[in-house]
């Protein structure tokens, strides 16, 4: 059977790399000139499979009306004419009650937990190399208010199989010893050991590579998508500035820009892009070897090779993937604090990407109105964690084959 996948990212790819180990014939097509050169390009770089608090939840509807009047909240909606928008801020503030929060956190949990299990198969087939680190995330916290959260999120997601540590301060500099450097006052964490972390454009071009070197998958970059072609209740071709492409079924990996491709189709999916930041830069002595996620600040910290990763806030402009240097400057003054010895002198690359984000936190994958049209897409900060769970969901779909999870609450389904 002949595939085409729209969108080479980290979904793309882990799907191509398994539908192609199944035998599929598969074609990948991306406008970009490599594989994982957008929203996977510059992320935090953790395999966060035990983070599964939505941003959905009352904790941080709580906090909105006094982030709503702060350029350098964690969560930021900038305000424009956009229905879509709208729609999807009236769908997130809904699902932000405690119901329906703990529904949709083990959702998250139960694909976490299983991405988990299929990612450590991968690195282990694939042999791929990308920076990789297995001694898990520190989530640090500079509130008692915050700390108490974290530890009540944490007694629920030990009902269903995560397994974390709750470690007080001490503890904290005693897994991280950079940590003692900090203006900040930590009062605990949270040591999610069964994390990783890595570098995650590294490895989509590394897996992209074996995908084509083992598996005959073919990667069409440069490629712009026009959009999509129905006939007789399934897709007949994508329409791209390269001429019409066919197969026998198409998988959309398009990340943000998806809805806008299945909208004229009859598929309108609450997907809206929630831009993140990060900054890169080179990494000394004085900087963190462990994963580190500020709980206070929604921040992350991760070391790739011989460079430190800093990620965070999440801002609703659209599809506006400009740098905003007022979302930068809080980036930086937070690991500044944190980690003072770092050389903050140096230039820094700077990065900003268009998260798929759905108002209830997790992702749409699976079937669609159309027979040879299936989805993957929607992870929102957790594309990465998710990546290889996902694409063996789809996969399994693909084949009708019986998934190896309950897929309630991670198809379109919910929405409908």
Same mark, same amino acid.
């Given at each position: ?19 192609? /180990?199944? $035998?599929? &014939?598969?074609? *990948?097509?991306? %406008? ?5 050169? #957008? ?119 030990? /009902?269903? $199989?995560? &397994?974390?540590? *709750?470690?007080? %301060? ?5 897994? #991280? ?240």
């Amino acid at each position: 059977m002949k595939v085409i996948i729209l969108g080479s990212g980290l979904l793309g790819v882990t799907t191509a790399y398994e539908l192609g /180990k199944r $035998g599929f &014939e598969v074609t *990948v097509i991306d %406008r970009q000139a490599s594989s994982g050169a #957008e929203t996977s390009y510059a992320n935090g770089g953790q395999l966060s499979y035990g983070h599964a608090e939505p941003w959905a939840s009352p904790s941080v509807l709580h906090k909105l009306p006094k982030w709503l009047f702060r350029s350098d909240a964690p969560l930021v909606f900038r305000p424009r004419a956009d229905w879509q928008m709208i729609r999807w801020g009236l769908m997130f503030l809904r699902n932000c009650t405690d119901a329906r929060a703990r529904v949709n956190c083990v959702n998250l949990l139960r694909l976490g937990l299983y991405s988990k299990e299929r990612f450590e198969a991968l690195r282990a087939e694939s042999g791929i190399v990308f920076d990789y680190s297995d001694k898990g995330v520190l989530h640090i916290y500079t509130s008692d208010k915050d700390f108490d959260s974290a530890k009540r999120q944490n007694d629920f997601q030990a /009902k269903f $199989g995560c &397994e974390q540590r *709750v470690v007080s %301060r001490e503890e904290c500099f005693a897994l #991280e010893p950079a940590l003692r450097a900090t203006s900040r006052s930590i009062v605990g964490g949270i040591h999610a050991f069964m994390d990783a972390s890595g570098d995650a454009y590294m490895f989509c071009n590394a897996l992209a590579k074996v995908a084509t070197e083992r598996h005959g998958v073919k990667f069409q970059y440069g490629v712009g998508i026009k959009g999509l072609t129905k006939a007789n209740g399934a897709i007949a071709a994508v329409q791209t500035d390269k001429g019409d492409l066919s197969a026998d079924a198409y998988v959309m990996a398009m990340g943000s820009y998806s809805p806008l491709y299945l909208r004229p189709l009859g598929i309108d999916l609450p997907i809206y892009p929630m831009k993140g930041y990060s900054i890169t830069l080179k990494a000394n002595p004085t900087c963190p070897s462990l994963s580190i996620t500020d709980g206070s600040h929604k921040i992350v910290y991760s070391r790739l090779g011989d460079c430190l990763r800093v990620a965070g806030t999440a801002e609703f402009a659209g599809h506006n993937a400009a740098i905003n240097e007022k979302r930068i400057t809080p980036i930086v003054k937070a690991a500044r604090e944190l980690f003072p010895g770092a050389d903050w002198n140096q230039d820094i690359s700077k990065w900003a990407c268009l998260r798929p984000s759905t108002p209830d936190g997790p992702p749409v994958m699976g079937m669609t109105p159309y027979r040879n049209l299936f989805l993957n897409t929607g992870h929102g900060t957790l594309g990465w964690t998710q990546a290889a769970g996902s694409a063996t969901l789809v996969a399994d779909i693909m084949e009708r084959k019986p998934p190896a999870i309950m897929l309630h609450g991670l198809t379109m389904e919910r929405y409908l």
